[in-house]
Nanobody
Framework: QVQLVESGGGLVQAGGSLRLSCAASGRSFSTNVMGWFRQAPGKERDFVAGISGSAATKYSDSVLGRFAISRDNAKNTVYLQMNSLTPEDTAVYYC????????????????????WGQGTQVTVSA
């Protein structure tokens, strides 16, 4: 069983930055694939970024160059640094964990992940 708790969301003006954190419980954190997804009202849950246990990363095209995912295995925590935010980034952001091997062609799929956090709201004002 893995529990994930996100934090760091809030209200920010366009052009600003936020850093989200996701604290994980469980023994296998260092080898788990971790992902960030987001869901805006009335829309599907979309992939944002993923990171392997060895820190390989993948990003959606919409955040590439603006967001950075990282992990601290000693703290069982994964981060999402978000820069140059726009109102289109407004959504609930979810952290997810997968015990499957890293496969960059499928880690953008929600069904690849076994555990999810409760989400943290990010609102970007114009």
């Amino acid at each position: 069983q893995v529990q994930l708790v996100e934090s760091g969301g809030g209200l920010v003006q366009a052009g600003g930055s936020l850093r989200l954190s996701c604290a994980a419980s469980g023994r296998s954190f260092s080898t788990n694939v971790m992902g960030w997804f987001r869901q805006a009202p009335g829309k599907e849950r979309d992939f944002v970024a993923g990171i392997s246990g060895s820190a390989a990363t993948k990003y959606s095209d919409s955040v590439l160059g603006r967001f950075a995912i990282s992990r601290d295995n000693a703290k069982n925590t994964v981060y999402l640094q978000m820069n140059s935010l726009t109102p289109e980034d407004t959504a609930v952001y979810y952290c997810a964990s997968s015990g499957r091997p890293w496969r960059s062609n499928v880690i953008n799929r929600p069904n690849e992940y076994d555990y999810w956090g409760q989400g943290t709201q990010v609102t970007v004002s114009a």
